[in-house]
C-alpha cells in the first residue's frame, strides 16, 4: 500500500469518447490503495501568448499550475497526431513551463502512455515528450512503458478500456509510478521532502532538499532499478 499519494491526470485530447481520456478513467479505477487520480481538462486553457502572459495567467491557466503543484506527481496520457504531440497538449506543457526556472514541473514525477489506432502506439509522441521534459527538468518514469496500438480493439464504444492485458499493464504502470515518485522523495501539497523509508524496507532516501533534480533522478533510478536487477516487466514484453 502507498500513500496517500495524489496524481494529477490529463490527456492530450479533447474528444468526449478518446481512448486517451478512457486511459485515464481506467487508471482511476485501477490505481493502487493509497493513491488518489485526479483528472484535469486541458479544454479551457488558451494558446501560449507572451502577451497575455505579461498581464497574468488566464484562470485555466492558473488553475492548471496549481493543481500541478498541488500534485505529487503526474499521468499524462497522449495521442499521436502526425508523428508527435497534440497541440492541445504541447499548448498546456508550454504554459506550465513558465516561468522558466520557477516552473511547477520541475521536479515533478510523471508517467506517460498513450492509445492509437495504428500499430506505433504512440511510441513517437512519448518519446517527443519525454524530450520536452528533460528541458523541464521533469523526470519520467522509465519503465515499464505503455504503448496501446489498435486501440479500437481494447475500449468500448463509450470510450471504456476492456482489454484485459492492457488493464494489467496500466496497474504496472501505476505501482511503478507510485515507487518512482516515493524513490524521488516529492510530496508537494505536504511538505514531505525525502526521508522516505523504501517500501521494501532498507535505509531512507537522501533529504530533496539536500540533492539537485537532477542528482535526485539518479538516486531514484538506482534505487528503483539496479544495474544487476532490471524490472521485471521489462522482460519478455518486446
Not at 100 to 129: D, F, H, N, W
Request: proline share 8%; glycine share 10%; aromatic share 6%.
Amino acid at each position: 500500500m502507498y500513500g496517500p499519494l495524489t496524481v494529477l491526470g490529463f490527456a492530450g485530447s479533447l474528444r468526449a469518447r478518446s481512448y486517451n481520456r478512457g486511459l485515464l478513467r481506467a487508471a482511476q479505477e485501477l490505481a493502487p490503495p493509497g493513491m488518489e487520480i485526479r483528472i484535469f481538462d486541458l479544454a479551457p486553457i488558451p494558446l501560449y501568448n507572451a502577451d497575455v502572459e505579461a498581464e497574468g495567467d488566464p484562470a485555466p491557466v492558473a488553475a492548471f499550475k496549481a493543481a500541478i503543484a498541488q500534485a505529487d506527481a503526474l499521468l499524462i496520457a497522449t495521442p499521436e497526431h502526425n508523428y508527435g504531440v497534440p497541440g492541445v497538449l504541447k499548448n498546456a506543457i508550454d504554459w506550465a513551463s513558465r516561468p522558466p526556472g520557477e516552473s511547477v514541473l520541475i521536479g515533478k514525477p510523471v508517467a506517460i502512455m498513450g492509445a492509437s489506432l495504428g500499430m506505433a502506439g504512440t511510441a513517437r509522441a512519448q518519446l517527443q515528450l519525454r524530450q520536452c521534459f528533460v528541458f523541464t527538468r521533469t523526470p519520467a518514469l522509465l519503465y515499464p512503458e505503455l504503448l496501446v496500438a489498435r486501440a479500437a480493439e481494447k475500449f468500448d464504444a463509450e470510450g471504456s478500456l476492456t482489454d484485459e492485458p492492457t488493464r494489467e499493464r496500466l496497474r504496472e504502470l501505476l505501482g511503478a509510478l507510485a515507487e518512482w515518485t516515493l524513490r524521488l522523495g516529492v510530496r508537494a501539497d505536504r511538505g514531505l521532502k525525502g526521508g522516505v523509508v523504501a517500501r521494501n524496507g532498507g535505509d531512507a532516501l537522501p533529504s530533496a532538499e539536500e540533492l539537485s533534480p537532477e542528482e535526485l533522478v539518479d538516486e531514484a533510478i538506482e534505487e528503483t532499478f539496479p544495474a544487476s536487477d532490471p524490472p521485471a516487466w521489462t522482460l519478455g514484453r518486446g
